[in-house]
């Protein structure tokens, strides 16, 4: 009985060790791969990161340059009231720039002078802040419903409780001063009327987030506008950086078209153009034809010469055949010295048409032999004894790789990285442990508190229930 009880004993010791070894192979390996997954997670949220700086930076620099073109001379006032948008009306370093300047070039476009476009352009973007803020909707819907001032749409500003009907803004500038109507106005005094109009009608907008600055929807407006705003600071300094970059690839580019260019002039002079070389056997075909058809009216000719001959013997008198034949044989050798005045023999000699278009074809094949072998001694000459650098290279790259085999192989380079693999995931457990505990420790005290209270004032809750 004591040799069983020992030897479960010692069974149970054996498994635990052979399991706690186990696990601790499995817990090894999920902490390798869960640090993996965590470093590819984090390289790509960089990446993201540095993504949204450069377009944030890129579209800081592109508003700049419309506040520069609309406010030649105010650009600085611009870019103060720009860096103070966020704290006043809820608006990024982007967005007031933006805004200010569109709504700035809109004001110049009708004929308002610079000044008269600052103080219309800051007005309506600070009241585009407001509006946002008031009737809790985002910058840029609140923006685009104030360009109506501009355009004078009606619809876009009823979400605002602002009705801009015709009569109404007559009956506006009438109770104003105005002295006229809407119809009698040029387009600047119209613009200038819904301006004043619209301001009016918005009075209960106008400052309302700086009154609500520390309501928890404009905190957190003022907290993703500041981190937007660090954002475009870094992508500036990105763009600064990446820029000589950018550059030197166009330029690289630009030398790479210069080179196909010239490769493809090249290849156009080695094998020519397909639209001539099909004119030329177009041509040739053409001439074949017509040396045919010359062909076919002599052969017409002369069977006529032969019929007319022929009718001329059978109107001759059987009487007269004698001298008929004498004078046939004497007209035959007349006729012969005739035809021989037409040299056929003469068709056959010189070089025909073929015969032509063989040597030009004979003389491009050569031509091209030619300049492919000249082509070949030059690159020879100009490579030299290049292959000597490229056996170089080839051994250079051999050796970095080995470097780096060596490096990351070393057992002391694999342990300190395992070391601090380890180390980063003890402290990510200790943090997520050190949360909860705080999260313990509050629990236990609201819960601890709320029981004190009751013990202490049950009699007084019941006596008033």
């Given at each position: ?133 008031f ?6 819907e ?42 009698a ?38 907290l993703?506008?500041?981190?937007d ?7 500036q ?143 020879v ?32 380079v ?21 949360m ?30």
């Amino acid at each position: 009985m004591a040799q069983s009880v020992g030897q479960i004993g010692l069974d149970l010791v054996v498994n635990k060790n052979q399991f706690e070894k186990q696990m601790s192979g499995i817990t090894n390996l999920a902490k390798k791969a869960g640090v993996a997954l965590a470093s590819a997670f984090a390289v790509k949220k960089l990446v993201d990161f540095g993504k949204q700086c450069i377009e944030l930076g890129s579209d800081l620099a592109e508003v700049q340059n419309v506040v520069d073109v609309t406010f030649p001379s105010m650009s600085k006032q611009v870019d103060d009231f720009a860096k103070n948008a966020a704290a006043s009306f809820g608006l990024s370093e982007t967005m007031a720039k933006q805004f200010t300047g569109t709504f700035g070039a809109m004001a110049k476009a009708f004929g308002f002078s610079e000044q008269q476009a600052y103080d219309m352009g800051t007005t309506l973007t600070g009241l585009a802040g407001d509006v946002a803020s008031f009737y809790n909707i985002s910058q840029d819907e609140a923006y685009t419903k104030l360009k109506s001032v501009f355009t004078g749409e009606t619809e876009t500003l009823k979400d605002l409780g602002v009705v801009m009907t015709q009569n109404a803004l007559d009956a506006y500038a009438m109770a104003n001063g105005w002295g006229k109507t809407t119809q009698a106005m040029s387009e600047a005094e119209k613009v200038a009327l819904r301006y004043l109009f619209v301001q009016d009608q918005l009075s209960a907008a106008t400052g309302d987030f700086v009154r609500t600055s520390d309501s928890w929807a404009n905190q957190v407006r003022v907290l993703k506008l500041q981190f937007d705003s660090l954002k475009a600071t870094l992508g500036q300094g990105l763009i600064n950086v990446l820029t000589p970059v950018l550059k030197l690839l166009n330029q690289l580019l630009a030398k790479l078209m210069t080179v196909a260019s010239a490769f493809k002039s090249f290849t156009e002079m080695l094998t020519g153009k397909k639209a001539e070389g099909g004119s030329g056997f177009k041509d040739t075909a053409s001439d074949l034809s017509a040396a045919a058809g010359a062909a076919d009216s002599l052969t017409d000719s002369t069977e006529g010469i032969g019929k007319a001959a022929e009718k001329a013997s059978r109107s001759l008198m059987g009487f007269d055949k004698i001298n008929k034949l004498q004078d046939k044989n004497a007209g035959g050798t007349g006729g012969g010295a005739g035809a021989g005045s037409m040299d056929f023999g003469s068709l056959a000699e010189g070089d025909t048409i073929i015969d032509q278009t063989n040597q030009k074809m004979d003389g491009l094949v050569s031509k091209c032999h030619e300049l492919a072998s000249l082509c070949k001694k030059g690159f020879v000459i100009g490579f030299g004894n290049s292959q000597q650098k490229i056996e170089s290279i080839k051994q250079s790259i051999k050796g970095i790789g080995q470097s780096f085999k060596d490096i990351f192989t070393d057992r002391e380079v694999v342990s300190a990285a395992e070391n601090l693999f380890n180390t980063m995931v003890f402290n990510a457990g200790r943090a997520a442990g050190s949360m909860a505990s705080m999260g313990v420790t509050i629990a236990d005290n609201l819960i601890g508190g709320i029981d004190g209270y009751l013990k202490g004032s049950k009699d007084y809750i019941k006596f008033y229930i």
